[in-house]
């Protein structure tokens, strides 16, 4: 045999070539797989979604607001327009581009996929929230109507997606709209977040990066040109009304006790018990169920009962029943003691 | 409903052991499904094994049994197929491991339904067994680990359970065969009819539940008349439950219920 | 009328719909809050708990100890070592007397009927060097570690210990992005990694279940011990003095079996970095109250139930795999076997990875079990060397008597230590058995995930014999 410490270098050099070549999502085979993807089917599907965007929010979209969605030049974005017209998608009127029926219809099977995909990414994966989207995104391209309808049989067909909005029927309904953008709020009124825009990414990102999530409760302190004050799970926030509009807001008649002054599950000290008051509207679906199957409803009595060596998980007492939980879960869970 | 709820009589000829022949694996031409439910590590598959005199595996950990198995027994000449189904906590969830035992209970159209659960947690264990109370009229609780629940000085009053409950209550101590005979006699009542079950049906304070479901079941009747848990299927239907929607769709909800539902009784006048 | 009707109920349909939308995401949990209301009316009617105080106190002091910091890893560092140990120590004895029974009178028996009543050649050596000796191979292996094994787990099981073992493991995991109970579904691996697999079911997300079974094939199955065993005696223990020969290939098996959870747990690490990106969601077990086993049911159900299917499992496997290899090293072409060819060939590549050509060959006859690993590569071993006044001639599996002799063969073969533990580290890491494959195909449903868990395990073992070879040699 020869030099083992040829063989050794020239082992790993190829070892760290076929790394290169095939690591998955980053190597040079799947880069390539990527830009196959990129076609005209994507930019249409796209396109559609965009206009039906702007339909929603009452705004007329144009070649000029078609190419700056896409980032593509204005020549690209007429001929995708002229293409949408041509298997009567759109209509074009003096300068404006309008959905046909047909086109709306196309465009809302592209929001379910959407809006399905993030839901199985919030309830299924571990897929952490600021990835959803992006990824959803370029999900929705590769799903027909067939796979979105067992996928969204098999999660038990989510009426919301994760960030509050309807998802679309296999039929095309959508619910009719409520609710009013945050800045609209009126002051001393509470509010329950019924939508979280995910557009743009920059100021979803902050919006989420201060726990705010569809369902959590708001008590408006202060609404001004300059800022948005209020109280949310006991913590005073403040908002610009740039990201105040991006978060919908519907009032609530008989508001539920607002999570103040309770502490969560996780804060008990071994040996201590709590009662529960309620599961945090962030936890959702299945993790959700299993804490209620578990009999975590409000009026359940809690110890926190053994620590591991590594201080999570942590088994509580739950109706007689010896049961380990994550920190992750038990954050959700708003007790008094 | 003149059967006294619970018979206590051990020396009656009806709780002899010679009543029972474990088959085994053998099931051919049975009279009867029996399906075993319950939340996970209760005993049910050592029910299952004390019945059907298989080795089906036991452990003490939640999720031991993961597929369902099918053993049958011969009581009274009368033909079992029992079913032991994978521990589930709810009904009601989505989750994949609880799917097969979820199914068989909705679906597997057991003509009996024994649910086991755990004595020293009684009340936990109720949330399984009223989920399973509102889809079938013919259930039988077995209230196992019953020398644990004692150990720990807890006393369960079955005749006010079944009372409150509707459907027979036996305490068992299947680990030690305690408690299998009478389990088998309520069995047996139960499914040939000589045992009307009352079961329980969910109340709801929630108005919101309340209106949505009473919506709902004013329209169903209409569709199905004879539909029996029209409660638990409009409740599916708001949880958007797949299984529910298509045998709507299909029609199929009127006929797969109701013939789960006719009491053998009402079937021999 | 048949129409009206399907309208009807369409519109019972998205009447729901409708209704889901206005009661929104609150449905469920009032829902549930009623169930239990109801339930605690029902439980507080007929339940009465007598003096509250004696909490069960035993349970709480026990899972003090087991889960502190103090005593956790060690104890069920502990709790395997003896494991394994009892079962090293105590097949021994049994093994030798079955493999004497069933091999060294049985079969030269077989052979004296066969030819009495003529058989032809062919015919006795498929049969009864081929099938015969294949089955009688594995049931002298396997079948008093299992007897041992088994009942031995069924104890810890029945005690309630393994959902501790979850309990303590999960912060790894987690850390992992893994699941929790993927220690459950480990430890039934340890017994068989087809049931390993299938007990992924108790894992509820569909990311930490795919994690958990690609990542089974670490735990150390059944299958491959007798491997483990009889290498790490024959080089572990006879490269340490004579009196720490026993703790010494114990220990290495541990070793291995401990380099197995690790490596299940830098591999799910790695998937949940790549291509099963995701974070470790969330994990919810039950502890359940400590319970006395029934030690004699215990015994009786493992052996009669457990032990025999399992070793069913083997036999079905041995007997074809045991025709095989009869069949590559008695077809010839020029003089020269199917076998020996490949061995020939395959040679300077094995080399490169510490092992040689006769372990690779035995790997592949060994798609279907594991179990039949070290019988072929001592047939082979035997066969290219031409020592065929050894065993019991070509293409026949046998066991020899004493590890001094096998010992013998593998030191004539050219075996170093290296190669012994190379063997070793090869056979911890490579493809899961066929039968596993096909239940990770029935349990995912996915071709492509049932590739990665075949293929990611080999490449990794010959990645890591690959660099451990080179790196002894260069040391
Ligand atoms: N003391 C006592 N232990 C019991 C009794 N019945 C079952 N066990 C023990 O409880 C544990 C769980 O029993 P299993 O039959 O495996 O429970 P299971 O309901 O099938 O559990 P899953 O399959 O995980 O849902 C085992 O260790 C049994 O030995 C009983 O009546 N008394
Ligand atoms: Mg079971």
Redesign the pocket.
């Known amino acids: 045999m020869n030099n083992p410490l040829e063989t050794l270098i020239i082992g790993t050099i190829i070892l760290f070539v076929l790394c290169v070549l095939f690591w998955p999502g980053k190597g040079i085979l799947a880069n390539w797989k990527k830009l196959q993807k990129q076609s005209l089917k994507i930019l249409i599907e796209d396109a559609l979604k965009h206009l039906y965007d702007f339909e929603d929010k009452n705004i007329s979209s144009t070649l000029h607001s078609l190419s700056g969605y896409l980032s593509i030049s204005g020549d690209e974005a007429a001929k995708i327009a002229q293409k949408l017209k041509d298997i009567s998608l759109i209509d074009i009127h003096n300068e404006k581009l309008l959905l046909t029926p047909d086109g709306r219809t196309y465009a809302l099977k592209i929001i379910r996929v959407h809006r399905l995909w993030e839901s199985y990414l919030a309830d299924e994966t571990g897929v952490k929230e600021k990835d959803w989207h992006l990824r959803a995104e370029e999900k929705e391209h590769y799903i027909d109507q067939e796979e979105a309808n067992i996928l969204a049989a098999r999660m038990g067909n989510p009426a919301y997606d994760p960030h509050g909005d309807p998802i679309p029927t296999a039929s095309g309904d959508l619910p009719v709209k409520k609710g009013k953008h945050l800045t609209e709020a009126a002051v001393g009124k509470v509010y329950k977040i019924v939508h979280i825009e995910d557009e743009p990414i920059a100021i979803y990102s902050q919006i989420v990066a201060m726990g705010l999530y569809p369902g959590m409760q708001l008590k408006i302190v202060e609404v001004t040109k300059e800022k948005i004050k209020f109280v949310a799970e006991g913590e005073e926030c403040v908002l610009s009304p740039l990201i105040a509009t991006n978060l919908t807001v519907a009032q609530i008649i008989i508001p539920e006790k607002i999570k103040k002054d309770f502490k969560t599950l996780s804060s008990l000290k071994i040996g201590e018990e709590g009662e529960v008051v309620g599961i945090s509207r962030a936890c959702r679906k299945q993790q959700r169920r299993r804490l209620l199957d578990f009999g975590i409803v409000p009026g359940t009595k809690i110890i926190s009962e053994l620590q591991g060596f590594s201080k999570d998980p942590i088994a509580y007492k739950i109706r007689g029943t010896l049961i380990a939980l994550r920190k992750q879960q038990t954050d959700y869970i708003y007790i008094k003691k | 409903m003149s059967n006294s709820l619970i018979h206590n009589c051990e020396t009656c000829p009806a709780h002899n052991v010679g009543n029972l022949t474990k088959l085994g694996i053998n099931m051919d031409n049975f009279d009867f499904v029996v399906a075993l439910a319950?939340n996970?590590?209760?005993?049910?598959?050592?029910v299952f094994n004390a019945l059907t005199g298989l080795k089906q595996h036991?452990?003490?950990?939640?999720?031991?049994?993961v597929t369902r198995a099918e053993g049958g027994f011969l009581y009274n000449n009368k033909k079992f197929k029992l079913v032991d189904l994978?521990?589930t906590y709810s009904l009601l969830s989505t989750s994949t491991d609880e799917e097969v035992a979820r199914n068989f209970v909705l679906f597997g159209q057991p003509d009996v339904t024994v649910i086991?659960v755990d004595s020293s947690r009684l009340e936990r264990n109720l949330n399984l067994v009223l989920q399973v109370l509102e889809i079938t009229n013919r259930a039988v609780l077995c209230l196992?680990?019953?020398?644990?629940a004692k150990r720990h000085s807890i006393i369960i009053d079955e005749r006010k359970l079944s009372k409150d409950l509707g459907i027979p209550v036996v305490p068992?101590?299947?680990?030690?065969d305690e408690g299998i005979n009478e389990l088998l006699k309520m069995i047996y009542e139960v499914a040939t009819g000589a045992f009307v079950c009352k079961p329980y049906k969910i109340k709801t304070e929630s108005k919101q539940v309340k209106n949505a479901v009473e919506k709902l079941n004013g329209k169903l009747l209409q569709a199905f008349p004879k539909l029996p848990n029209v409660n638990w299927v409009a409740l599916r239907l708001l949880e958007g439950d797949q299984e529910i929607i298509n045998a709507i769709r299909s029609g199929d909800l009127g006929s797969l219920e109701i013939k789960n539902f006719i009491p053998l009784l009402e079937e021999q006048t | 009328m048949e129409n009206i009707n399907n309208t009807y109920r369409e519109s019972i349909i998205s009447e729901a719909t409708t209704l889901r939308w206005e009661v929104g995401e609150n449905f469920h949990d009032s829902l549930m809050e009623s169930i239990y209301k109801n339930a605690s009316e029902i439980a507080a009617h007929s339940v009465t708990k007598k003096n509250k105080q004696q909490n069960h106190t035993f349970d709480q002091k026990l899972d003090k100890i087991i889960t502190s910091r103090m005593f956790g890893f060690p104890a069920m560092f502990i709790v395997l070592a003896v494991v394994f140990w009892v079962t090293i120590i105590g097949s021994n004895a049994p093994s030798a007397m079955l493999a004497s029974v069933l091999i060294d009178k049985i079969h030269p028996w077989l052979k004296e009927i066969a030819a009495a009543i003529s058989t032809p050649l062919w015919i006795s050596g498929l049969l009864i060097d081929g099938a015969y000796l294949g089955m009688a191979w594995v049931v002298s292996v396997m079948l008093p570690p299992m007897a041992i094994f088994f009942p031995l787990f069924t104890l810890l099981e029945?005690f309630g210990y393994l959902p501790r073992v979850s309990f303590n493991m999960d912060s790894l995991f987690r850390k992992a992005g893994a699941h929790g109970k993927q220690a459950l579904t480990m430890s039934m691996g340890f017994g068989c990694n087809v049931a390993g697999v299938i007990a992924t079911r108790v894992i509820d997300s569909p990311r930490e279940r795919l994690i958990a079974i690609i990542t089974n094939n670490f735990a150390l199955c059944n299958g491959r011990w007798p491997t483990q065993i009889l290498i790490a005696t024959i080089f572990i223990g006879g490269a340490v003095p004579g009196y720490l020969a026993g703790i010494a290939s114990a220990g290495a098996v541990v070793g291995v079996a401990l380099l197995g959870v690790v490596l299940s747990l830098v591999v799910s690490w790695g998937l949940s970095r790549t291509v099963l990106k995701g974070e470790a969601s969330t994990f919810s077990l039950e502890l359940p109250p400590y319970?006395p086993p029934r030690i004699l049911r215990t015994l009786y159900t493992s052996l009669i139930d457990r032990t025999a299917i399992v070793l069913w499992r083997a036999v079905i496997f041995a007997v074809p795999a045991g025709l095989v290899i009869w069949l590559v090293s008695n077809i010839t072409i020029e003089g020269i076997s199917l076998a020996e060819y490949f061995i020939n060939w395959s040679n300077p590549f094995g080399l490169l990875f510490g092992l040689n050509g006769v372990i690779l060959l035995a790997y592949i006859i060994a798609i279907p079990a594991n179990e039949i690993v070290i019988p072929t590569i001592l047939m082979l071993t035997v066969l290219t060397l031409g020592m065929n006044s050894v065993g019991a001639g070509d293409g026949v599996m046998f066991e020899l008597e004493s590890v001094n002799a096998t010992a013998d063969i593998f030191k004539a073969g050219g075996w170093t230590l290296l190669t012994g533990i190379n063997l070793m580290l090869f056979s911890l890491i490579h493809n899961p058995c066929s039968t596993t494959i096909y239940t990770i195909y029935k349990e995912t449903r996915s071709l492509k995930w049932t590739t990665v868990s075949a293929l990611l395990p080999v490449v990794m073992g010959f990645i890591i014999t690959f660099f451990v070879a080179q790196i002894w040699r260069l040391i």
């Open positions: 319950g996970p590590n209760t005993g049910k598959s050592t036991t452990g003490n950990w939640p999720g031991k049994t994978p521990g086991v196992n680990l019953i020398d644990e068992t101590s299947a680990r030690y | 029945d319970r």
